[in-house]
């Protein structure tokens, strides 16, 4: 609602699969329109997201006009994003948004693939470098989005000590 972040749809025309048929997803995923691709890591272990969007073509999508709470066309300029197909935690869209100001959603039941563009594409990782965030929610999504990249880089049992008070 504050206009930060653009959403772009992307017709795929399929939902997608299970993790499991990656080779499927990929298929569906090879005949997006022209100047847009999608790759979908084959192998997938331990991988921080399920592959990678790219466009080469600026995507015509939306954001909202804070100051009149209507929605404006926004385009997003060509890029990359982290791709997640299926379910995903919110906590791994947020860190995606955080660390590259995009992420490309492609859930299931979905036959759109749905690009989030912080706007601009640096506010996210802004605030986490010390800018002032526009207000206590923004100021909110700033420590969460920390605490969540701590959590990645340290892994859980360290974030668990860390909780209890340990070393």
Sequence with gaps: MEGLLAVAPI?????????SERQANQAALDRLAEGIS???DADQRGADYDG??????????????PNTNKSLPGDIAPGWAPLEIGNTDASSVLLHLARFGSVARWPYGQDILTVLHTHPRGLIQGW?????APDSVMDDLAEFSNWVATGRMLGPKMMRELMRGGK
């Excluded at 017709?11 to 993790?19: A, L």
């Design 128 to 132: 986490r470098l010390g800018d002032p």
């Design 11 to 19: 017709d795929v025309g399929v939902k997608p699969k299970r993790d």
């Design 52 to 65: 990678t969007a790219r466009w080469s073509v600026a995507l015509h999508g939306d954001y909202n006009n």
């Design 38 to 40: 999608a790759t979908v």
